[in-house]
């Protein structure tokens, strides 16, 4: 199909969505609140954009608003450890649901300090133990912090084609009030599942999390996963590989929305990760990448109005992996 025929039968899509769920900005849900920048977002903002395989792109509302795109970096810091350590990742990091809070240290002691996947806070931590890892086997020194953040940086900014950055107010905000992150570091630590200093580990993780993102550009970094891996913009192949593009999908679908994914998997049907910033990533494999944001969350952490533009979405394309 002529990419521009495309493009044109999605906006008119994207724009009813927006036009809908407009007046019910402010009515339900609420921000979270436990990160005290996070707090201080007014809540009456929705924005959805996608982009297709053929690299056309729509947005309507608020979708060129940058935001703390929170827990949807999980997915970025896990295709940086898979692109640099293949499988051997997996010898530290589970790939089951938790079933347990995204936070939550009960489960790590169970299971002696192995986090069940990457998308819970103690998998994220985890992996950017082993981009810590990296960068000084990399010849970084660790005098100037990590490069492992810089890292992340590069692969944003190189999956968007335009700079992007952290919000250090965000990362300090997390910093002074992450008791529970630190405690989930260090937690690994004496298991001997974290191998590099928590410090620097917590801060290349509080800064992946402070990344400000819009939902035109999410949907357009994360658009290697619905071309088999290959790079958004230019089409190199190789950004993942093709079976960890599969999988990285699988993980999505499975674990990528808190204690939620059964009921998204029934209800919307594609492999989605969300943070608590309001943002939700979701992909429809060989068709197109989505990106939907509005703040304020319901009872399991995901955006309110996020999930039903999703399943409005869904439900107007017929799209669905199943
Ligand atoms: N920075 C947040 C935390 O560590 C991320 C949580 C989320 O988006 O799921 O608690």
Redesign the pocket.
Known sequence: MNPMTQTMKFQPVLDEIAATLRPQLGQGGTVASY?PALARVDARQFGIALRTCEGEEAGAGDFETPFSI??VSKLFTLTLAMQRMGDTLWERIGREPSGNP??SLVQLENEQGKPRNPFI?AGAIAVADRLVSQALANGDNGSNGNSAKADILALMTSLCGEPIGFDDEVAQS?ADT?FR?IALANFMKSFGKIDNDVAAVLDTY?HQ?ALRMSCRQLARAAAFLCRDGAHPLDGEPGITGERQTRRINALMLTCGTYDAAGDVAFSIGLPCKS???GGIVAVVPDKLTLCVWSPALDAT?NSLLGMKALEMFVARTGLSVF
Do not use: L
Request: glycine share 26%; charged share 5%; proline share 0%.
């Open positions: 990160i929170q827990s995204f936070n806070n997390e992450g992150n509080f999390c943070g608590v910033g952490g």
